[in-house]
């Protein structure tokens, strides 16, 4: 009878064990009359011996130490209000409803191995993920894992708590509890490479690892990670809870073991991880592949190497004795046609080194001097149809667009950015009709992001006190951009001059802090052009002028009230006099940025950002018609204040300001027909 495999074992069986086992087995025969098949004996005495040893995590001896821990996730800037927990009460702990345990851990020296999983969006990319903690075992020791999952045939395959309408499809942390590790090599670990385009990591860790979890760096005297405990609901001050508690994956685990924090004690470090670079390997960065690839191309010039078939360059297995009457050769001239030559030369990196070094032979072959032009040529030839700028890649074209400067975090929780959002409501939006304001300034921004080939067809005017926090708020949607966004332009003539390059190359231009535009006012009928029309002349210094599409779309801020003036009838520009009530407040700035940008001109937290892009990418605008909006607002006269109305009055020379004074029916605002209509009607009342 053949053997079936019921349950696949992963541990190594100790001799002892192995022994045990047949020993069993033997006596389990003699002694059981009963008629069973060999393989359901074998069965249940693997399970009855090892089961012990599978996926079970092993008892721990808790030392003693205090837990730094806070029932929120936002916790107070000042550390003092910190709480503790005695280390052995952990597994004591309710973990029920909003007694939420959020882990505070400390710039410090030691702590526990940890990694966070939150876009594992498969039960395959799963299975890669418990592939490679498992490869760390050798030298991290025993794991921890615990999460949740939307999908149940997943919770059941890994034992994941299901969250029916949990946003993320599984979410898991992981803490290597049996060692510690130096909290600068954890960092080090999970390194990004500046350059993302290739990868992520400059170590070859598992690609869903989240690297925004490792604040683990002194930057002020408030520096910490918060990091969520498995069991925990997440929990906010004065909001209510979001229900997402996971639960411990291997049995006769404990809470404890998802603890990072560990005793900073120097006394002994048998368990501090030194040879993590064992099981973690650095990559190899570009430049350190070119060197390689180069080395390798003179091993193919000396014979040491050769090209297969597939390009890749292999060594030459050197084979010892071999007898010349064994080797077939033919003694005629090899001569490649076309397809053979292209197919040759498109093996090869279309670089000077291997025109001058690794093809050289082919200067040299029967071919002509026109015959090898002609094909080097056509090798490194690229054609295409057109060059297009659009979101979406076309075959045979180039495209100019080459993607946002972060990547989506797809979520339906909006809370990182909600105090962003609150920002550009409280200080853009101003103090009239705030609410107005901020859905139009708000829908105008995402019109780009969700359709980047796009003329909105208006200009936004942000005019405010310094320091009221205008430009922080634009500057972090235009980090957004990346390349495709000037944030910084400080001249009209740069942009609507005689020299316009600078108009072709971003989406989105911001002016910021330029002077009176009276003096330039001849440029006003130049913007007006350039903030409808998607297409223009170009032209830079000592090259011809061309006619391009210039997807190009404006915002300003600035201190001064006439930078860009408006005139009667203007509705290109919309005007926001921005809230000053935040100019100076050092504090509101600090906890604003602590989740965005912690350092002044430093680098922006991905998830914030990530987060931000995917609820501009998503937002329902439909219906938004910004000209419209500029319009609407210049027709309302019944309120005590009109941003449009009083920007265009005080555009107006003296002799239309004074029939404005004197003569309601040409006030701003009041449509022509409109007066018409009036004029009419007093002429009927006079006769």
Same mark, same amino acid.
Request: proline share 2%.
């Given at each position: 009878?053949?053997?079936?495999?019921?349950?696949?074992?992963?541990?190594?069986? *100790?001799?002892?064990?192995?022994?045990?086992?047949?020993?069993?087995?033997?006596?389990?025969?003699?002694?059981?009359?009963?008629?069973?098949?060999?393989?359901?004996?074998?069965?249940?005495?693997?399970? %009855?011996?090892?089961?012990?040893?599978? @996926?079970?995590?092993?008892?721990?001896?808790?030392?003693?130490?205090?837990?730094?821990?806070?029932?929120?996730?936002?916790?107070?800037?000042?550390?003092?209000?910190?709480?503790?927990? /005695?280390?052995?009460?952990?597994?004591?702990?309710?973990?029920?409803?909003?007694?939420?345990?959020?882990?505070?851990?400390?710039?410090?020296?030691?702590?526990?191995? /940890?990694?966070?999983?939150?876009?594992?969006?498969?039960? $395959?990319?799963?299975?890669?993920?418990?592939?490679?903690?498992?490869?760390?075992?050798?030298?991290?020791?025993?794991?921890?894992?615990?999460?949740?999952?939307?999908?149940?045939?997943?919770?059941?395959?890994?034992?994941?708590?299901?969250?029916?309408?949990?946003?993320?499809?599984? *979410?898991?942390?992981?803490?290597?509890?049996?060692?510690?590790?130096?909290?600068?090599?954890?960092?080090?670990?999970?390194?990004?490479?500046?350059?993302?385009?290739?990868?992520?990591?400059?170590?070859?860790?598992?690609?869903?690892?989240?690297? *925004?979890?490792?604040?683990?760096?002194?930057?002020?005297?408030?520096?910490?990670?918060?990091?969520?405990?498995? =069991?925990?609901?997440?929990?906010?001050?004065?909001?209510?809870?979001?229900?997402?508690?996971?639960?411990?994956?291997?049995?006769?685990?404990?809470?404890?073991?998802?603890?990072?924090?560990?005793?900073?004690?120097?006394?002994?470090?048998?368990?501090?991880?030194?040879?993590?670079?064992?099981?973690?390997?650095?990559?190899? *960065?570009?430049?350190?592949?070119?060197?390689?690839?180069?080395?390798?191309?003179?091993?193919?010039?000396?014979?040491?190497?050769?090209?297969?078939?597939?390009?890749?360059?292999?060594?030459?297995?050197?084979?010892?004795?071999?007898?010349?009457?064994?080797?077939?050769?033919?003694?005629?001239?090899?001569?490649?046609?076309? $397809?053979?030559?292209?197919?040759?030369?498109?093996?090869?990196?279309?670089?000077?080194?291997?025109?001058?070094?690794?093809?050289?032979?082919?200067? /040299?072959?029967?071919?002509?001097?026109?015959?090898?032009?002609?094909?080097?040529?056509?090798?490194?030839?690229?054609?295409? #149809?057109?060059?297009?700028?659009?979101?979406?890649?076309?075959?045979?074209?180039? #495209?100019?667009?080459?993607?946002?400067?972060?990547?989506?975090?797809?979520?339906?929780?909006?809370?990182?950015?909600?105090?962003?959002?609150?920002?550009?409501?409280?200080?853009?939006?101003?103090?009239? %009709?705030?609410?107005?304001?901020?859905?139009?300034?708000?829908?105008?921004?995402?019109?780009?992001?969700?359709?980047?080939?796009?003329?909105?067809?208006?200009?936004?005017?942000?005019?405010?006190?310094?320091?009221?926090?205008?430009?922080?708020?634009?500057?972090?949607?235009? $980090? =957004?951009?990346?390349?495709?966004?000037?944030?910084?332009? %400080?001249?009209?003539?740069?942009?609507?001059?005689?020299?316009?390059?600078?108009?072709?190359?971003?989406?989105?231009?911001?002016?910021?802090?330029?002077? %009176?535009?009276?003096?330039?006012?001849?440029?006003?009928?130049?913007?007006?052009?350039?903030?409808?029309?998607?297409?223009?002349?170009?032209?830079?210094?000592?090259?011809?002028?061309?006619?391009?599409?210039?997807?190009?779309?404006?915002?300003?801020?600035?201190?001064?009230?006439?930078?860009?003036?408006?005139?009667?009838?203007?509705?290109?520009?919309?005007?926001?006099?921005? @809230?000053?009530?935040?100019?100076?407040?050092?504090? /509101?700035?600090?906890?604003?940025?602590?989740?965005?940008?912690?350092?002044?001109?430093?680098?922006?937290?991905?998830?914030?950002?990530?987060?931000? =892009?995917?609820?501009?990418?998503?937002?329902?605008?439909?219906?938004?018609?910004?000209?419209?909006?500029?319009?609407?607002?210049?027709? @309302?006269?019944?309120?005590?204040?009109?941003?449009?109305?009083?920007?265009?009055?005080?555009?107006?020379?003296?002799?239309?300001?004074?029939?404005?004074?004197?003569?309601?029916?040409?006030?701003?605002?009041?449509?022509?027909?409109?007066?018409?209509?009036?004029?009419?009607?007093? #002429?009927?009342?006079?006769?």
């Amino acid at each position: 009878m053949s053997r079936q495999t019921i349950r696949n074992v992963s541990i190594t069986k *100790s001799g002892v064990i192995a022994q045990e086992l047949m020993d069993k087995i033997i006596e389990k025969q003699e002694k059981n009359k009963i008629n069973k098949t060999f393989d359901e004996q074998d069965n249940k005495l693997l399970d %009855d011996l090892l089961g012990k040893y599978v @996926n079970e995590t092993p008892k721990r001896v808790i030392p003693e130490f205090f837990v730094k821990w806070y029932p929120v996730i936002d916790v107070p800037s000042d550390l003092k209000n910190i709480c503790t927990y /005695y280390s052995t009460k952990i597994n004591d702990f309710t973990f029920n409803g909003s007694d939420a345990f959020n882990e505070v851990i400390l710039p410090d020296k030691y702590c526990h191995p /940890y990694f966070d999983f939150d876009h594992i969006e498969s039960n $395959e990319q799963q299975v890669s993920v418990i592939t490679w903690l498992d490869s760390l075992v050798s030298e991290f020791g025993q794991y921890s894992i615990g999460g949740y999952s939307n999908d149940p045939n997943i919770c059941a395959t890994h034992n994941l708590k299901y969250i029916t309408d949990a946003a993320k499809k599984i *979410s898991i942390h992981v803490v290597f509890f049996e060692k510690q590790i130096q909290q600068a090599d954890m960092m080090e670990i999970v390194m990004k490479v500046g350059n993302q385009n290739t990868r992520r990591f400059v170590y070859d860790i598992n690609e869903f690892v989240d690297d *925004s979890v490792y604040k683990l760096k002194h930057v002020s005297k408030s520096s910490r990670q918060i990091f969520r405990h498995i =069991l925990s609901n997440k929990n906010y001050r004065g909001k209510e809870s979001i229900y997402i508690a996971g639960q411990l994956c291997k049995p006769n685990d404990q809470p404890f073991n998802q603890i990072i924090q560990c005793i900073q004690d120097d006394s002994s470090t048998d368990d501090v991880i030194s040879n993590w670079s064992n099981v973690i390997h650095k990559l190899p *960065s570009l430049k350190e592949k070119e060197k390689t690839n180069a080395k390798r191309l003179v091993d193919v010039d000396n014979g040491v190497a050769e090209v297969a078939d597939d390009g890749k360059i292999i060594t030459k297995t050197h084979v010892k004795n071999i007898k010349i009457d064994d080797i077939d050769f033919d003694d005629n001239l090899i001569v490649f046609n076309k $397809e053979q030559m292209m197919g040759l030369l498109n093996k090869f990196e279309r670089t000077f080194e291997n025109l001058e070094k690794t093809t050289a032979p082919i200067r /040299y072959s029967p071919h002509t001097e026109e015959f090898s032009k002609e094909y080097y040529t056509e090798c490194k030839a690229f054609r295409y #149809n057109e060059i297009i700028f659009q979101e979406k890649n076309k075959e045979g074209c180039i #495209n100019m667009f080459t993607g946002f400067a972060y990547k989506e975090i797809q979520t339906n929780d909006f809370t990182r950015i909600q105090p962003f959002l609150n920002h550009i409501k409280n200080v853009l939006g101003g103090k009239g %009709d705030t609410d107005q304001n901020y859905e139009y300034i708000i829908k105008w921004f995402v019109s780009i992001f969700q359709q980047v080939k796009l003329k909105i067809g208006t200009m936004m005017n942000f005019i405010g006190q310094q320091g009221c926090g205008k430009s922080f708020a634009i500057e972090i949607i235009y $980090e =957004l951009l990346g390349i495709f966004a000037l944030k910084n332009v %400080d001249e009209l003539t740069k942009i609507f001059g005689k020299f316009n390059a600078l108009a072709a190359t971003a989406i989105l231009i911001n002016f910021n802090e330029i002077q %009176d535009a009276t003096d330039s006012f001849y440029l006003q009928y130049k913007m007006k052009s350039a903030i409808t029309q998607a297409s223009g002349i170009v032209e830079r210094k000592g090259i011809d002028s061309v006619a391009s599409e210039i997807w190009s779309n404006f915002t300003c801020t600035c201190n001064d009230v006439n930078a860009i003036p408006a005139e009667k009838g203007y509705r290109r520009f919309q005007y926001f006099t921005c @809230n000053s009530e935040f100019a100076g407040e050092r504090e /509101y700035f600090q906890n604003l940025c602590k989740d965005i940008q912690p350092q002044k001109q430093g680098e922006y937290y991905e998830e914030f950002m990530g987060i931000l =892009l995917y609820y501009f990418r998503t937002l329902d605008i439909q219906g938004f018609d910004a000209e419209y909006s500029i319009v609407q607002a210049s027709r @309302n006269v019944n309120v005590i204040y009109n941003e449009q109305l009083e920007r265009q009055y005080t555009g107006l020379n003296q002799v239309d300001r004074f029939i404005v004074d004197n003569f309601p029916i040409f006030e701003i605002g009041v449509l022509i027909q409109q007066a018409d209509e009036n004029e009419t009607k007093l #002429n009927q009342d006079d006769d």
